[in-house]
């Protein structure tokens, strides 16, 4: 019986520490590592190209048809003001749900899946105002800071003003 209770307890402590853990797709922009809820990701792709959408901003590529769906792609450096990625074959695409849209990011590479614990997410410290904008927070993982994706916000603004 006593073994029972104990076999219990820790199932309910891995439960506890299970509903407090994070797990992360992360990628890298230059020598920036992001990452976004693993939850969220539908698929990860090469860079095959993307058809242009006039009125749109220098952040979006366009777009690519991807099984009969039309998915917009952001390109993640340009959206963080450091310019137009010039992509190459090693480049990659994560394609990932945003409400009930699909959206794709052009991204330098994915580099591994993450576990961190909510209560290591920090704050994005004040400065820079795109990435207290672009970022829901920052987790410091094995001696590198990741950068927390705030989807819905990369996304938004992306129609050019008239």
Do not use: C
């Amino acid at each position: 019986m006593e073994a029972l209770s104990l076999r219990d307890d820790l199932g309910d402590r891995a439960a506890a520490a299970g509903q407090n853990s994070l797990q992360l797709i992360a990628f890298s922009i230059g020598e920036q590592t992001y990452g976004v809820e693993i939850t969220t990701v539908r698929e990860i792709r090469a860079w095959n190209g993307a058809t242009p959408l006039p009125n749109t901003r220098e952040y979006v590529r366009g777009v690519i048809n991807l099984r009969g769906t039309i998915v917009p792609i952001f390109d993640l450096r340009a959206r963080f003001g450091d310019g137009q990625t010039s992509p190459t074959k090693n480049h990659v695409v994560v394609v990932m749900s945003v409400g009930d849209k699909w959206v794709g990011i052009l991204v330098d590479a994915v580099s591994d899946i993450l576990t961190v614990n909510r209560d290591d997410i920090h704050n994005v410290p004040e400065g820079n105002s795109i990435d207290t904008e672009l970022l829901n927070g920052i987790v410091t993982h094995e001696s590198r800071m990741v950068g927390l994706i705030d989807l819905q916000a990369v996304v938004s603004g992306a129609k050019a003003d008239a």
